[in-house]
């Protein structure tokens, strides 16, 4: 990069940096950009209000309503958890786009039994019925998954079989995540570090949150979603 320096400066460490030596941040193609804009425009979004709350009126702001959670309540449905672990691969995975294709790949070997399912495309798997004939409901049971792996070696590509586990790790407890929820609202209690009254303190919620988020993507990137997506963002539309 072209420099200049000033002579008896007293800091002959820094130096002035020419503006024509900085390299400009590349720019979208008009087109590209074009098809953007158009696509942020066509959205149905929600206006803003000339009018302000009134009085104690509550606001909601960036709500989305995760409504098959409700349906699962109401219908009683059991959503199950399963992680797959892979066996020792070559050559190792070294970005989730390789994780995501070798899970795709999986599933396009042995689709599974159920007709209701999703996944991270990296290790957790959910659904509502058993994946596979072969899965059991007990915590900690596995199957074992015989798969093929492409890998390139040099300027071929080969195809080897491996084995993969697929463990069942139990139920989403909507149960403990509404009782969690509803206990650590009160941040009074939270604070002095009072018990909460029907809490379970063995209860981690993360694994349920995991979950939840799994179920609002496939919602999100259903064919029935109201609302519009732009890359990785989107734009509910909800009625509360």
């Given amino acids: 990069?072209?420099?200049?320096?000033?002579?008896?400066?007293?800091?002959?460490?820094?130096?002035?940096?020419?503006?024509?030596?900085?390299?400009?941040?590349q720019r979208l193609p008009q087109a590209e950009q074009k098809i953007r804009n158009d696509a942020i425009q066509s959205l149905d979004l929600p206006k803003a209000s000339e009018e302000g709350p009134k009085e104690n009126q509550?606001?909601?702001?960036?709500?989305?309503?995760?409504?098959?959670?409700?349906?699962?309540?109401?219908?009683?449905?059991?959503?199950?958890?399963?992680?797959?672990?892979?066996?020792?691969?070559?050559?190792?995975?070294?970005?989730?786009?390789?994780?995501?294709d070798l899970i795709e790949g999986i599933f396009k070997q042995h689709k599974p039994q159920s007709t209701s399912w999703t996944s991270d495309y990296h290790s957790c798997i959910i659904s509502t019925e058993l994946l596979y004939r072969e899965c059991s409901d007990e915590a900690g049971s596995a199957i074992f998954?015989?798969?093929?792996?492409?890998?390139?070696?040099?300027?071929?590509?080969?195809?080897?079989?491996?084995?993969?586990?697929?463990?069942?790790?139990?139920?989403?407890?909507?149960?403990?995540l509404g009782n969690y929820l509803r206990a650590t609202r009160n941040l009074t209690q939270q604070l002095t570090g009072m018990s909460f009254s029907g809490q379970n303190r063995t209860y981690v919620p993360f694994e349920d949150f995991s979950?939840?988020?799994?179920?609002?993507?496939?919602t999100i990137n259903s064919s029935s979603f109201k609302g519009g997506q732009v890359g990785k963002r989107f734009y509910p539309h909800c009625n509360p």
């Fill in 58 to 100: 509550p606001i909601q702001a960036k709500y989305f309503s995760v409504r098959p959670v409700q349906e699962l309540v109401k219908k009683k449905i059991k959503i199950r958890k399963y992680q797959i672990v892979f066996d020792k691969l070559q050559p190792p995975l070294r970005n989730r786009e390789d994780i995501r």
């Fill in 1 to 25: 990069m072209a420099s200049s320096k000033n002579a008896g400066s007293e800091n002959d460490g820094l130096s002035k940096v020419r503006l024509s030596s900085i390299l400009t941040a």
């Fill in 211 to 218: 979950i939840l988020n799994l179920v609002s993507w496939e």
């Fill in 145 to 176: 998954i015989e798969h093929e792996q492409t890998i390139q070696l040099n300027d071929r590509r080969q195809t080897i079989k491996t084995t993969s586990t697929m463990y069942f790790e139990g139920f989403f407890d909507i149960d403990c």
